[in-house]
T-cell receptor
Framework: GQSLEQPSEVTAVEGAIVQINCTYQTSGFYGLSWYQQHDGGAPTFLSY????GLEETGRFSSFLSRSDSYGYLLLQELQMKDSASYFCALRDSWGKLQFGAGTQVVVTP | EAQVTQNPRYLITVTGKKLTVTCSQN?????MSWYRQDPGLGLRQIYY???????DKGDVPEGYKVSRKEKRNFPLILESPSPNQTSLYFCASSPPGGQTYNEQFFGPGTRLTVL
């Protein structure tokens, strides 16, 4: 099985950098994904790491270390619109997906 | 427009009254999935389908049924709803293979209340 842990909330000011960690326990998986969800909305895909290392997509970057069972999402140059919940997710070889409980990011002026 | 649609968006029902939430995608995706979202618990997978006529249980399948008779549709059936199934439900789909397999497209959600 697999379980994912992430912090429940992170607060930061506009322009700052925020790192959301995701630690997991699993016997095997295909990759780590990240999703963003604004209040009242549907989750939207942000990033995916199949291999160890850093993936950069604009202001957002994601990192995976399989040896440490750990990944993170890095939000740079924070903007007010980045206030949302962020979820990490793992998919196993059978197609089953598991999400973390989510991290609420609060951006203050 | 490429999208995942769900109906109804809001539903209030009573215990024991069978209901179906429909999900449809127009992107020719093979993988489809249902999730429920409850405060503090994130998204929990109910059922998923790798392709037509292939369905598997997620983490919380009890009290739910699904079917996948055609690629575009993946309805969620609650045969005898109970109050603990009050939740926000999301349907999602993703294309087959590689990195894109991990990019799920979510529907707008269905808020279900069971009295």
């Amino acid at each position: 099985g697999q379980s994912l842990e992430q912090p429940s909330e992170v607060t930061a000011v506009e322009g700052a950098i925020v790192q959301i960690n995701c630690t997991y326990q699993t016997s095997g998986f295909y990759g780590l994904s990240w999703y963003q969800q604004h209040d009242g909305g549907a989750p939207t895909f942000l990033s995916y790491n199949a291999l160890d290392g850093l993936e950069e997509t604009g202001r957002f970057s994601s990192f995976l270390s399989r040896s440490d069972s750990y990944g993170y999402l890095l939000l740079q140059e924070l903007q007010m619109k980045d206030s949302a919940s962020y979820f990490c997710a793992l998919r196993d070889s059978w197609g089953k997906l598991q999400f973390g409980a989510g991290t609420q990011v609060v951006v203050t002026p | 427009e490429a999208q995942v649609t769900q109906n109804p968006r809001y539903l209030i029902t009573v215990t024991g009254k069978k209901l179906t939430v429909t999900c449809s995608q127009n992107m020719n995706h093979e993988y489809m999935s249902w999730y429920r979202q409850d405060p503090g618990l994130g998204l929990r997978q109910i059922y998923y389908s790798m392709n037509v006529e292939v369905t598997d249980k997620g983490d919380v399948p009890e009290g739910y049924k699904v079917s996948r008779k055609e690629k575009r549709n993946f309805p969620l059936i609650l045969e005898s709803p109970s109050p603990n199934q009050t939740s926000l439900y999301f349907c999602a789909s993703s294309p087959p293979g590689g990195q894109t397999y991990n990019e799920q497209f979510f529907g707008p959600g269905t808020r279900l209340t069971v009295l």
